[in-house]
């Protein structure tokens, strides 16, 4: 362990805030109910591979991660980096495509297809899967369905990434912005700009006070409605009625 690396383990020193990032190498473990992850990542700046314990709506091995968190020694598992923060982007080397595509992250695509798409495609896959998705048929062996599939699971995994982007913009935490994900689904980003103080009431650990920065963070005055209905409470009256009902 390098000294820096030994500082930042000692029990006794604070656990400042640090930034991360780097090509995830291998999911060890991840809960699609709650994102809790366990990742191995091919960090910059870090000869060997670190340890990172996060939360993620989807992760696979290839993607790129950014990272924000602090240093933990764990008695059992050791040196760990825990990210409090965690943004994944779909991979840009020919390497990390091809281990992303083949992670089974993408329905229909496996290691050998994954292989033979950036063979076909190089990095111009991920634009051709959204803008030609007929050439998808080029690669043999992808027929029509198979390439229906690629195409449905491509898309689903980029409204992932586009609410957790969205969340993170307005200041939820990465777990928290995975518990949304996982009540409101596709339709997250809509539910919370129609109105966000139903995070408090839908969302378990997530109270007023997160509800009311969304708010803000949306640009929501507090004589602003909030909702469609007539009778729509403005986002005082919402303050209000949170804290009469405490």
């Known amino acids: 362990m390098s000294q820096s690396a030994a500082q930042r383990a000692s029990p006794c020193a604070t656990a400042p805030t640090e930034a991360l990032a780097g090509l995830v190498e291998r999911v060890t473990y991840h809960n699609a109910e709650n994102g809790f992850c366990v990742l191995r990542v091919k960090a910059r700046g870090h000869k060997d591979l670190v340890t990172v314990v996060g939360h993620a709506a989807s992760i696979a091995a290839g993607e790129w991660v950014q990272l924000s968190g602090s240093w933990t020694n764990d008695r059992t598992h050791g040196l760990q980096f825990r990210a409090g923060f965690l943004k ?55 027929g029509p369905k198979r390439a229906s599939r690629i195409v449905a699971g ?71 409605m909030i909702g469609c209905a007539p009778a729509s409470p403005s986002r005082s009256h919402a303050r209000f009625a949170y804290l009469a009902g405490r």
Do not use: C
Request: charged share 25%; no cysteine.
């Open 154 to 224: 491509w898309a689903e995994q980029k409204v992932i990434r586009e609410i957790m982007l969205f969340l993170h913009a307005h200041g939820v935490g990465t777990s928290r912005a995975v518990r949304i994900y996982k009540t409101y689904g596709a339709d997250a980003v809509r539910v919370i700009s129609e109105n966000p103080y139903r995070l408090a009431r839908d969302i378990r650990g997530i109270g007023f006070r997160t509800a009311d920065l969304v708010a803000q963070k949306l640009g929501i005055e507090p004589t602003a």
């Open 88 to 142: 994944a982007s779909p991979p840009t080397t020919l390497e990390g495509i091809e281990r992303y595509l083949g992670s089974g992250m993408i329905r229909g695509i496996g290691p050998a297809y994954a292989r033979k798409l950036v063979r076909a495609f190089g990095d111009a896959v991920f634009d051709l899967i959204e803008a030609e998705p007929a050439r998808l048929r080029e690669v043999t062996g992808i």
